[in-house]
């Protein structure tokens, strides 16, 4: 317990990996690009709502800082949520073996 | 490889949503057996990180990006039904907080992307590093073999589920997928096995945790 919990320095490593996606590519992505060229893009449906959506939170002017928000966000998220799964689905057992 | 809706029919929607809601299930009584305390900050990290990660799209060949997946290295560092855990927890907040990906569409790519890539990216790790022996070289080896193979077939059933639903035949729809991914597979390759050559240099105890 003395020295600093090493999930405490993993999940800063994780921000500081999200807070670099405004650097990201913006060219479509592998499944996006084949739609495009096989002319079959236009099927897609945009969402019944958003929220965050495309990884940029909604109001804020400069699209690099919405981007590295909704990076951080979505970070801190996904680690409280599967923290919270795997705790609540674990083995009961008294020492979980090796 | 987010399929948003609309690309899948009825009948393909609803086939993968019930085989995801089976993976799924199985996913939560294995861990529930084999899950242990040391297992669960590395699950929360294991999924803060393959969402952050997701969001660096690496350009590729032509006009084209790709980011990882990640259910190779969730697979390889704690098993491919865990690996199944982590990717429907990112996968669903993709879907439901970022619109990437679409709500019909959630089952087919809890699916490819992780039960069909865990499960490969896991197994052809573990083919070649019984091949190639279990050192670091070997490790970091199969890594990459696991994380591309990974990105490969999921493009691939991605391709079929195109076909199946009318969108795009197969003769078109799978040779295109196929090759842009094993570009795209080729990164998911080398994040792989950069961040277990990190995780084998300051925590190679992890990997010692039993697999889920």
Redesign the interface.
């Known amino acids: 317990m003395m020295k600093t919990?090493?999930?405490l320095i993993?999940?800063l490593?994780?921000?500081a990996?999200?807070s670099?996606?405004p650097?990201?590519?913006?060219?479509?992505?592998?499944?996006e690009?084949?739609?495009e060229?096989?002319g079959?893009v236009d099927?897609?449906?945009e969402?019944?709502?958003?929220?965050?959506?495309?990884?940029v939170f909604p109001g804020i002017e400069n699209e690099a800082l919405a981007?590295i928000l909704?990076?951080i966000i979505?970070?801190?998220?996904?680690?409280?949520?599967?923290?919270g799964?795997?705790?609540l689905?674990?083995?009961r057992k008294r020492e979980?073996?090796? | 490889m987010h399929i948003p809706d609309g690309f899948l029919n009825v009948g393909t929607v609803a086939a993968t949503f019930v085989v995801s809601a089976g993976g799924l299930g199985n996913a939560v009584r294995v861990a529930n057996k084999k899950l242990g305390e040391k297992h669960v900050p590395l699950m929360g990290i294991l999924a803060a990180f393959i969402f952050a990660a997701q969001m660096l799209n690496f350009p590729v060949a032509g006009g084209t990006s790709g980011h990882l997946i990640g259910a190779a290295l969730a697979a390889i560092l704690l098993g491919p039904w865990a690996a199944v855990l982590i990717m429907s927890c990112v996968l669903i907040a993709q879907s439901l907080i970022f619109q990437d990906g679409g709500l019909l569409a959630l089952g087919a790519n809890i699916f490819n992307m992780g039960i069909v890539a865990s499960f490969s990216g896991y197994y052809l790790y573990r083919l070649f590093v019984s091949m190639l022996g279990e050192n670091r070289r070997s490790q970091l080896v199969s890594s990459f073999v696991g994380a591309w193979g990974s990105v490969f077939l999921a493009s691939i059933v991605c391709a079929i589920e195109l076909a199946v639903s009318g969108t795009s035949p197969i003769q078109v729809a799978l040779p295109a997928m196929a090759a842009v991914h094993t570009l795209i597979g080729i990164g998911e390759g080398l994040i792989t096995g950069a961040v277990l050559s990190l995780v084998l240099a300051t925590r190679a105890d992890l990997l010692q945790l039993q697999k889920v």
């Open positions: 919990k090493w999930w993993a999940l490593v994780c921000l990996v999200a670099f996606s650097l990201a590519s913006s060219s479509p992505d592998g499944l690009r084949v739609a060229d096989k079959f099927v897609g449906q969402a019944p709502y958003q929220i965050i959506a495309d990884y981007t909704a990076g979505g970070t801190l998220i996904l680690f409280g949520v599967a923290y799964v795997a705790w689905v674990k083995s979980p073996l090796k």
